[in-house]
């Protein structure tokens, strides 16, 4: 399986930076790097990773299935995380979310036809003090509302 | 270890320091529940229905992770402690489908049992459970993740026991469940140590699953006649079949090992090409007989040969008991006055023997310091050796070495590997002599790579290490080993098996129990008699044909592989077939041998005889008959059985020369043998 | 960044290089005191920092609240085994958002907490577990470590000293309970975020099994400050047992919510009305949540408190991370307490069955019970379920799910049977989803 020279390098520096034979602490973060990448977990990365690592791909699916940011299902090109969580349910979360649904018309972890959004609905992701927070991709942001949200979307839209 | 004293419900309990307050409980007769909980496998603490009060600590403790210290004073019988039991299981329900009356565990359920002791009468949970599928990983292993309490036993001894990891955990939280190797299916040894494991009903093996209920069925402990580790299996029967085999009680040598073979290939006995009644061959191929008039048509032939001096052959089997294989030779020799008399060999146990050095048990394989393994892919040869060895580099970090041709699995806790090509295995155990002299001790294990003078060679190599060493010559089948020392083996002029075949002067071949024209063809054309249980490629060729029981169908001794005598018990029968040993009688009745000399032929007769004559074999006969099992005797060594060279049946995890053609079950599964470490 | 307006009244002791130009660089930091403490460590040798600390009175911030001067001391430092230095920047608990912050605005700091703990305990490896979400945090401390090489402040024999010490961030990748620290060496080990069973505890046998100083991101900040100013100032900015300024995580119905670095001690009721600007839109404070989600809930008649591990305690609560959830009269607790519930449910590992299978029964059943559905017998029920896993789970998780619910019943017991037998939910007409 072949990745980009970037993905490449970052895989090397991660497999020096744990001691001699414990390379399978990379597992992590090459999984989560690589579906940033191919957009997904796929069962090519799987053995990919196992071998790269010296364990198995059971091993590895165990890894997978555990974490909720590996998913092997593709997402959108944006995938619009929105936080119900107590501080931000206090502060509108829910109605951003139950918002979000219907401006995509799609659910919890489901794409939009076009395949350039998904949602998913998360727990806290450390915005609580600046709720209610949702993330696009890696993207924080904070104070949201559905008007926020409305031309958020609305721009990304445009960007595609 | 020096012990600690503790108290546990008032009652003064001494143990070594570090024993876990479960295990120093039970042997204080105190019950601690526990699901997660296995002896001898990593430790979990995941059930929590050990919790129990300790004095000083601010909440319960798992007694599964807890080691004893002197003045710990612990209780399980408060009214809290019952309260949390019952609490878990309360919440293990929850999602449980209580789908006893047709679940394969009812019964002999742990967690029915659990609930019955320790649990609540009714349910307080009124929300809707969860649901999946159940489903097929092999055709011996089915998954029912409802009924799964996730005790993680199945995982633990499938990578620590088998050294295979086959299953995994996979989701998390309520949806986590356990998960083949393949995604969807499972490649493995296939040897149910899972299905067994399991507390409950969530793995349940193909053969057994919804056929019938463990309390219709009679469970006869004997001894597998698959391979020659000799493992104990308790067949659960009904209606004259064999529904399953285990070891749940972990009685025997093997504790709660057993291979697919043990546990789900007895079904070979009830194959529909068994044979059920004797064939005698007429112009136009085989005509169903009678027992009396097959009998009396072998003993004829024999009879007319004897008086005129024609010349017999005999080949006896590494299958058949001690008792039928004595009583054989005896029949052979005094009977038909011949000496030509041999089995197929399939390890040099004659040379070791000759060598006169230690011979090494099952249990010294689990405890011996240092085990070095010679030519042999043990794994899937011998699947209970190398159990015990894996078991004991766990428990006692054992040093392992190899020294073989390709992969095995038993490099994976090797400390030293070494490589070498079809007859360099003798170099290649001499690469390590500077390693092997610094171990306090050793067994050998070898297999057909070494034999002849190699064995010598070998011994000779042991002895010179300064270190105790004892031995284990492999071989193949539930008698090999026993069919050498009742002497199923030519004298000073008496032919060989190859040379049985090769010889075109035979008037009369006698086969019991062996199908030697799968590897030799038969030169000659003598009267063929072949007792066996299917028509294999020698009864095919035979003159008559005797249907034979099968060891599950009969009592008496086996020898395995290390030299341990154990007893068969029968647990049920084929009619239309008769036992090797009632035929053999017969047949020197029909012929109207002397039957003082001969002596009857029941089994315990037999085996008084042989405690009296096979050097040895004087063991304790109340152990054996209380299904225990006792190493041989030093034997003097056979000098006057000529020797000829072996060769193993290479048989696999998914072999077993013609029985397991005949296992539906063996050949059910997919996967190529050994793929897993070759890979 | 800074994303909310600083209070007069905070006391700037970790937070002190925040809206500087360049706060994250290493010359905003060298010029601001930087690594002088890590230089001062070396003279002082370990014992000395270790009495420091104990000085200090540094309470983990993780949560615990464990002494960091007595962890450290936990490590035997003679073992002939690696050691290591793992910082939890996991930051996991709903309610907190502290220690982003501190690695956005303050790398070096950490980095300088963490050569000090190296030193202290003779490792020379350490880890940053970064919570996954956290990816633009990552890149921060990346190049600030990147920096710090270069500079010599990282690597071989650094500033001269003789001492070697190499660090690496590492992503996780969803999973709260990764922040709890033996499942959170497991996920560093590339494995299933499953705690471990303890004893031996991470000081002894951690990552790789080796020896292992494990702490907080806020933790490791604060070292720096202790060994350049002495404990003894740090631990005179709070009160007895509870040394120096936290940063508190105020969210909810309050109209200023916001980061704040303030003493240990602080009242809450003044937390709320003088730092974050008291209750949004003049309504009435119904309840706080002082610690984190997993910290039983205060009644508005509770809040006049000092915040710190001891009086928390003494409440029946927890400080744990410093999240300060601030509900006001129009929440409904019966919605919050299934809200907590069903985060604990979702991110329970699934190892030991009573919180495995008692997080789902009580997310069931509090959905039910607001949703109108329940009886009763529901209610006590409720605190019954929490009381059975109370204690009795595998790792904390499952005590996290109970204490709150514990308390909402407990304390909120009419709003629960407000929602009984078919009755909409007081507070609003939606229900949450379960
Ligand atoms: C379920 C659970 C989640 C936790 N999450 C975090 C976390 O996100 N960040 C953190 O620093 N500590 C967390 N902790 C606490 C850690 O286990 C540990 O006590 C802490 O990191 C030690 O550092 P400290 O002594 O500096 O507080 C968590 C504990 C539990 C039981
Ligand atoms: S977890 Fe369980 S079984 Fe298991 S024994 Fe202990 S706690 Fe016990
Ligand atoms: S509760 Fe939403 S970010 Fe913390």
Redesign the interface.
């Known amino acids: 399986m072949t990745f980009s020279p970037e993905l490449e390098a970052k895989f090397e520096k991660l497999l020096k ?3 001699p034979g ?1 390379q ?6 090459m ?3 690589a579906q940033d990448e191919l957009g997904s977990v796929t ?1 090519e990365l799987v053995e990919e990773v196992a071998r790269r ?1 010296g ?5 590895v ?3 997978v ?6 998913s092997r299902q593709p997402r959108g090109k944006y995938h619009i ?1 929105i936080c ?4 931000c ?3 509108g979360g ?1 109605e951003l979310w139950e918002h979000a649904c219907r401006k995509l018309g799609i659910g919890n972890k489901e794409v939009t036809p076009d395949g350039q959004f998904s949602l998913e609905e998360v ?9 209610p927070a949702l ?1 696009v991709n ?3 942001h ?1 104070h949201m509302t559905p008007e926020k949200l409305d031309r958020l979307i609305d721009n990304l839209r445009k960007a595609v | 270890m020096a012990n600690v004293k503790l108290t546990i419900d008032g009652k003064t309990v001494e143990a070594p320091a570090n024993t876990l307050l479960i295990e120093a409980a039970r042997r204080a007769g105190i019950e601690i529940p526990a699901f997660c909980y296995y002896e001898g496998l990593a430790l979990q603490a995941a059930c929590r229905m050990c919790l129990v009060e300790v004095e000083k600590a601010p909440k319960l403790m798992t007694a599964c992770t807890l080691p004893v210290a002197e003045g710990m004073v612990v209780r399980t019988n408060t009214p809290q402690v019952a309260q949390a039991r019952k609490s878990m299981l309360e919440f293990v329900l929850t999602n449980h489908p209580l789908d006893c009356p047709v679940c394969d565990k009812g019964g002999e359920c742990e967690l029915q049992d659990m609930v019955f002791r320790y649990g609540a009468g009714e349910s307080r949970f009124l929300e809707v459970k969860q649901h999946v599928d159940e489903r097929e990983w092999s055709p011996v292993v089915f998954y029912d993740r409802p009924r799964c309490i996730l005790c993680f036993r199945c995982v633990r001894i499938c990578a620590e026991g088998m050294g295979v990891a086959a299953l995994g955990v996979v989701n998390r939280g309520a949806s986590s469940e356990i998960a083949p190797n393949r995604g969807d299916h499972l490649e493995c040894d296939e040897c149910g140590m899972c299905i067994d494991i399991c507390p409950v009903g969530a793995l349940t093996s193909g053969t057994y699953r919804y056929r019938t209920r463990p309390w219709e069925m009679q469970h006869v402990g004997t001894i597998c006649t698959h391979c020659a580790d000799g493992c104990k299996t308790t067949l659960g029967i009904r209606n004259n079949r064999i529904h399953r085999g285990n070891n749940r009680d972990r009685s025997g040598v093997n504790g709660e090992f057993l291979c697919i073979k043990g546990r789900y290939a007895g079904d070979f006995a009830h194959h529909e090409e068994r044979l059920l009644t004797p064939l005698v061959r007429s112009q136009d191929g085989f005509k169903p007989v009678s027992w009396a008039e097959a009998i009396k048509t072998v003993a004829g032939r024999f009879a007319e040969i004897r008086q005129r001096g024609g010349k017999f052959g005999v080949i006896g089997s590494n299958h058949t008991t001690n008792e039928e294989n004595y009583y054989l030779q005896k029949l052979a020799r005094t009977g038909l006055g011949t000496n030509n008399i041999d089995h197929h060999r399939t390890g040099d146990v004659l040379s070791l023997l000759r060598a006169r050095v230690p011979l090494a048990t099952t249990a010294d394989l689990y405890h011996s310091k240092a085990v070095l393994i010679v030519g042999v892919d043990l794994a899937q040869q011998h699947s209970f050796l190398a159990y015990q060895i894996r078991a004991n580099w766990r428990h006692h970090q054992a040093r392992v070495y190899t020294v073989r041709r390709g992969p095995v699995r038993e490099d994976k806790i090797a400390a030293r590997i070494v490589s070498v090509e079809p007859g360099g295995e003798l170099a290649g155990v001499e690469t390590l002599r500077d390693d092997l002299a610094k171990e306090p001790e050793l067994v050998i294990l070898f297999g057909d790579a070494i034999q002849g003078e190699a064995v010598a060679r070998l011994t000779e190599f042991g002895s010179s290490l300064g270190i105790p060493v004892k031995y284990v010559c492999l071989v193949d089948y539930s008698n090999s080993r026993g069919a050498v020392e009742m002497g199923v083996l030519p004298a000073e002029g008496g032919m060989t098996l190859p040379e049985m075949m090769a010889a075109g002067d035979l008037d009369a071949l006698w086969v019991v129990g062996a199908n030697p024209l799968r590897r030799h063809a038969l030169a000659g054309k003598p009267f063929l008699v072949v007792q066996d249980l299917f028509l294999t490629e020698t009864a095919q060729a035979a003159d008559v044909v005797l249907p034979a029981a099968s060891a599950y169908e009969k009592s008496g001794t086996v020898t395995n592989v290390c030299g341990e005598v154990q007893r068969l018990q029968k647990a049920f029968e084929t009619p239309g077939t008769k036992t090797d040993l009632e035929i053999f009688g017969l047949i020197a009745r029909e012929m109207g041998l002397d039957l003082k000399q001969l002596g009857p032929w029941t089994p315990s007769a037999v085996f008084a005889e042989i405690a009296r004559t096979v050097p040895g074999y004087d063991l304790p006969v109340e152990v054996l008959e209380a299904g225990g099992a006792v190493q041989a005797g030093p034997s003097d060594g056979l000098p006057d059985a000529v020797w000829a060279p072996v060769q193993s049946a290479g048989d696999t995890l998914f072999t077993s020369g013609t029985l397991g053609r005949y296992s539906k079950m063996l050949n059910a599964v997919r996967e190529a043998p050994g793929e897993l470490y070759r890979a | 960044m800074l994303y909310n307006e600083p209070s007069p009244l905070e006391v700037k002791v970790l937070t002190r290089r925040f809206g500087l130009p360049n706060s994250q660089s290493l010359d905003t930091y060298l010029a601001s005191d930087g690594y002088k403490a890590f230089r001062k460590a070396v003279e002082m040798g370990p014992e000395k920092v270790l009495e420091e600390l104990k000085v200090s009175n540094l309470r983990g911030r993780g949560g615990a609240g464990f002494p960091t001067g007595m962890k450290w001391g936990f490590v035997p430092r003679n073992s002939p085994k690696p050691k290591y230095v793992v910082v939890n920047a996991d930051e996991g608990e709903p309610g907190t958002c502290k220690d982003r912050l501190l690695m956005e605005n303050d790398p070096h700091q950490l980095l300088e907490g963490m050569l000090i703990a190296g030193f202290v305990v003779d490792a020379h490896v350490g880890y940053i577990y970064v919570r996954g979400e956290y990816r633009y945090v990552i890149e921060i401390l990346d190049r600030a470590i990147a920096e710090a090489y270069e500079r010599g402040y990282l690597g071989k024999n650094i500033l001269g000293t003789g001492f070697d010490f190499d660090v690496y961030t590492h992503t996780g990748a969803g999973s709260y309970e990764c922040g709890e620290e033996s499942a959170l060496l497991e996920s560093l080990e590339g494995k299933r975020g499953v705690p471990r069973i303890r004893p031996p505890f991470p000081a002894v046998a951690g990552l790789y099994q080796c020896p292992t100083v494990l702490n907080n991101v806020e933790s490791f900040s604060a070292v720096p400050a202790i060994i350049r100013d002495g404990g003894a100032a740090f631990a005179a900015l709070g009160t007895p047992k509870n040394g120096g300024t936290r940063l508190f995580c105020i969210s909810g119905h309050v109209n200023k919510p916001g980061v704040y670095e303030l003493p240990m001690g602080f009242n809450l009721l003044r937390m709320i009305n003088e730092v974050a600007g008291g209750v949004r839109g003049g309504k009435k404070l119904k309840a706080v949540i002082p610690g984190g989600s997993s910290c039983p809930v205060l009644k508005a008649e509770e809040c006049d408190i000092s915040m710190d591990f001891d009086s928390l305690a003494k409440a029946k609560s927890m400080l744990g991370s410093g999240g300060v959830i601030v509900m006001d009269e129009d929440t409904c607790m019966v919605k919050a307490a299934l809200r907590i519930m069903r985060f604990y449910q979702h991110e329970s590992c699934g190892w030991c069955i009573p919180c495995r299978e008692g997080t789902l029964w009580l997310r069931k059943l509090l959905a039910r019970v607001h949703e109108g559905g329940g009886t009763q017998s529901d209610v006590p029920l409720i605190g019954e379920l929490a009381k059975n896993m109370l204690g009795r789970t595998f790792c904390p998780l499952g005590d996290a799910a109970a204490m709150p619910t514990i308390a909402f019943v407990e304390k909120f017991r009419e709003e629960f049977e407000a929602h009984l037998n078919g009755a909409p939910c007081p507070f609003e007409s939606k229900p949450v989803s379960a």
């Open positions: 930076s744990y001691p414990r399978r602490s990379a597992v992590v973060p999984l989560l790097y069962g690592t364990i198995t791909p059971l091993e699916n165990e890894v299935s555990y974490y909720s940011m590996l995380q119900t969580n107590i501080s349910l206090l502060t829910e727990e806290c992701i450390g915005a609580c003090s600046w709720a993330q890696y993207e924080f904070h």
